[in-house]
């Protein structure tokens, strides 16, 4: 079984300050996801990164893959309420096109 | 385009009693997955079904068990229901594997 750990798994924090969510494995990942989960729906894709290295940007938030293919990082600068949410990373297999999931990071974003 | 329809959004049980959930991919994929999520966690893969086969289910028991109909849309059903089944099952498609698009779930309460 691989396993996705994410830390930390709570995260409360002021708006406007910085925050960085991990994501680590001791397996190889093809591609490495990152979702963001409100209640009562489901998670919803926030980016795909593929290449080992990759940095991708999305206004506020940053997302690294490692180098070796096996960890992951969320930065999001100037946290803002509306970011509050369940963040939840999950690793591509290159058989199958199944996903496994890290166990989430739920961030909540005091105004 | 419509998105991932689940139903029913919520569902109550007896334990011992039998649950059907359904999900209706987005036009043209062919690959549902079903996970649970227990308690806004990570989500625990349970099966994944691609043109009409079973190519993949997680660690759960038999009593958990599916399948995909020609039009692509799916139905996971849950016998002999159990306590520890309270969660939110959440069905996703996908046509490349590269990105899930998730639905907004069943909440199935066992009582």
């Known amino acids: 079984t691989q396993l996705l750990e994410q830390s930390p798994q709570f995260l409360s924090i002021q708006e406007g300050e910085n925050l960085t969510v991990y994501c680590n494995s001791s397996s190889v990942f093809s591609s490495l996801q990152w979702y963001r989960q409100e209640p009562g729906e489901g998670p919803v894709l926030l980016v795909t990164?593929?290449?080992?290295?990759e940095v991708k940007k999305l206004k506020r938030l940053t997302f690294q893959f490692g180098d070796a293919r096996k960890d992951s990082s969320l930065h999001i600068t100037a946290a803002q309420p509306g970011d509050t949410g369940l963040y939840l990373c999950?690793?591509?297999?290159?058989?199958?096109?199944?996903?496994?999931f890290g166990g989430g990071t739920r961030l909540m974003v005091k105004p | 385009e419509a998105g991932v329809t689940q139903s029913p959004t919520h569902l109550i049980k007896t334990r011992g009693q039998q649950a059907t959930l359904r999900c209706s991919p987005i036009s043209g994929h062919t690959s549902v997955y079903w996970y649970q999520q227990a308690l806004g966690l990570g989500l625990q893969f349970l099966l994944w079904?691609?043109?009409?086969?079973?190519?993949n289910r997680g660690n759960f028991p038999p009593r958990f068990s599916g399948r995909q109909f020609p039009n692509y849309s799916s139905e996971l059903n849950v016998n002999a229901l159990e306590l520890e089944d309270s969660a939110l099952y959440l069905c996703?498609?996908?046509?490349?594997?590269?990105?899930?698009?998730f639905g907004s779930g069943t909440r199935l309460t066992v009582v």
């Open positions: 996703a498609s996908s046509r490349t594997g590269l990105g899930y698009t």
């Open positions: 079904y691609d043109e009409g086969e079973e190519r």
């Open positions: 999950a690793g591509g297999h290159n058989a199958g096109n199944m996903l496994t």
């Open positions: 990164v593929v290449t080992g290295g």
